[in-house]
């Protein structure tokens, strides 16, 4: 089966080093293989996300060397798919976890869950299964509203990851708890849409962010409630600045949309960070 992969910016902040660092493994991943390589605007969150950093994430690729070979022709050039034209695709599918039980309609809000107190797991808060049940009402307009994923509680959740070498193993109910879906507002999740473009573009390879790794079980629980071939998972390392924290997008210094204005020799600043490996 000829292998495919993804490039996948979220365009609510200026592409970092980081994404550089994980956007060519992607690339050189893809390469050796003689893959085909897809790129894939991922705005489902119409609030955060803007068409400059849409533009400045194509010309930051660009300027990366990186290429892709598939998309809408624009007149010689491929452009990138785009998640915000996908709606009704998301929505047929939010119907039939709806129509088979394994979502709810969940109007609890941010505050009310913290009001109700909740333990945490990697960070995040856990949603606290004894409030599952009061979740049942469904307004007229479906769409209204945030729908969960009922996650089997205690299944274990296993890949093999093909960047980290190893097994990872996650339970659902323990280190992540049901999550949203869909969002009140017409938005897929991040967590919906990314499995439903990599099933549609016939996606083989996955390779991203480490700080994914957990969404990456979540994901597989979806693919399983389809039964659809799960592609091969890979985590690059997140890139860590000085006091050890991700480098957030808001990090203007760091974007590479500044290190290309200012003419930096982004090369060696991936070497200096210790991501010199994907330059190979
Ligand atoms: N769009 C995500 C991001 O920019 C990446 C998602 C993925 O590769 O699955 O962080």
Known sequence: MKVRGRLAPTPSGELHLG???SFLRVEQSIREKNGTLVLRIEDVDRLRCKQEFVDSSLEALKALGI??????????DFGPYIQSQKTDRYKEIILELKERGLIYPCPISRRQLREHGFSMAHGEPLFPVDLRDSC??????????????????GLEVKFYDQELNKIIAYTAGEDFGDFIVWRRGNMATY???VVVDDYDMQITEVLRGEDLLLSTARQILLYRCFDWPEPAFGHCPVLKDGEGEKLAKTRGSRSLKSIFAEGRDWREMLKDCGLGKVLD
């Open 136 to 153: 049942v009402e469904e307004p007229e307009d479906m769409w209204s509203i945030n729908w969960r994923f009922r996650v089997p509680d």
């Open 191 to 193: 967590e919906l849409s």
């Open 67 to 76: 290429s892709w070979e598939e998309g809408p022709d624009l007149g010689g």
């Open 19 to 21: 994404h550089a660092a």
